[in-house]
């Protein structure tokens, strides 16, 4: 509820996922947000955007950014407008709160921002082409997490982070 507080205060407007349809946990969120989709409890984080993408896809180009974001991070611990704010200074295309060097390089999943040439590009009907429920949490963040930064900055989009991991130190 904290989070779903939070990001309309920035100016975001939320689609929520879950796989819960009980009347009484929906009724807690559905004041904050703008959708509510109940997917299976299949395909994790991964799985919800791809059914974000399915039912919301044709509504992006009216946002200046989408976001995907998942529940297992206590977001924000600060007013998420200044990290906004910072990030459209930057101009970013696509770009998340951190960025990570494990196995190799790319911005971690749990908080992604699409900007309006990342949604305008396809990247969305590719990703909805990609995906597959099957894979492990393992091959999901392989083929997805450490892949589509880097498949974005190939493609000439910008992509950054808050965060850069070599200045993590600095914010500890």
Known sequence: IFQAKALPAAGCAIAYITPVSEDQEILKIAPYVRDILVKTDTGRDFGSWALAIASLKNEFSEFDSVIWMNDSTYFPLFDPEIMFTEMERRGSDF????????????????????????????WFDWYLDEYNSTHTKWGQIHNY??????????????????IRAEELGRHI
């Open 95 to 122: 770009w998340g709160v951190v960025d990570s060097y494990n196995v190799k390089w790319h911005v971690m999943s749990w908080f992604w921002v699409f900007g309006a040439r990342a949604i305008s590009n396809g």
């Open 145 to 162: 997490e450490m892949r589509l930064p880097g498949l974005l900055k190939s493609s000439g989009l910008s992509v950054d982070s808050y």
